[in-house]
């Protein structure tokens, strides 16, 4: 099954990813984990891309396409992936429609997370109060910045996935636990 996990910026995609790398057995594909594996290794692709990151804009579509594309070739993909992050522009939806229809598959389905801007700036908030490890990103001016690009550049990929019939919607401003048994629910009505 190939998944795409989508949602604005701290809507909990990466969190439900590495849960359903768990219990479907489905790597997870980050292009900001990817992206940020580069920035700390010190990649030419980690210094070509660290300052759009630092301001929340998005990299270009030809560098994450190209990412995405070496990953899922990698043997643990046989069995499809959880597509976390990306695609994030229509373009990126085109190219990985294209990518996946080469290698004789498809997107099966796409799960939105819906959380209300306000929700989002609140769990920031309450990350920094924790006082852990933040991003370079994660902070309340920057996920403003974020939303805004969200906005505009990735939320049209909800109708360009209503339009082929995958999108399916989740509350995610409900606990962990619930979206996550509000996932599986979903999954286990896709056929397989
Ligand atoms: P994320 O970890 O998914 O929130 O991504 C962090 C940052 O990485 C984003 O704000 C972008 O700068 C960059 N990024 C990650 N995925 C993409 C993508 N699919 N397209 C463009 N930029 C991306």
Redesign the pocket.
């Known amino acids: 099954m190939n998944l795409v996990l989508f949602g604005p910026?701290?809507a909990g995609?990466?969190t439900q990813s590495k849960i359903l790398t768990q219990t479907r057995s489905l790597p997870q594909l980050?292009?900001?984990?990817?992206?940020?594996a580069a920035i700390e290794a010190g990649t030419p692709l980690g210094l070509a891309?660290k300052a759009?990151?630092d301001?929340?804009?998005?990299?270009?579509?030809e560098?994450?396409i190209r990412i995405?594309a070496e990953r899922y070739d990698q043997s643990d993909c046989k069995n499809g992936a959880v597509f976390?992050?990306?695609?994030?522009?229509i373009p990126?939806a085109e190219a990985l429609d294209e990518m996946l229809a080469e290698r004789g598959r498809k997107i099966d389905l796409v799960l939105e997370l819906k959380v209300d801007d306000a929700v989002l700036l609140s769990r920031v908030e309450a990350r920094i109060k924790a006082g852990g490890i933040l991003?370079s990103?994660d902070t309340p001016e920057?996920l403003a910045h974020?939303l805004k690009?969200y906005y505009k550049n990735t939320a049209p990929l909800i109708d360009y996935y209503r339009g082929q019939g995958k999108l399916k919607t989740v509350d995610g401003m409900a606990p962990v636990e619930t979206v996550t048994a509000q996932i599986a629910q979903v999954l286990d009505g896709v056929p397989a």
């Open positions: 910026p701290g995609k990466g980050s292009t900001g984990d990817m992206l940020r891309v759009l990151m301001r929340g804009e998005l990299v270009p579509d560098t994450v995405i976390d992050g990306f695609p994030r522009t990126q991003r990103d920057t974020r690009v």
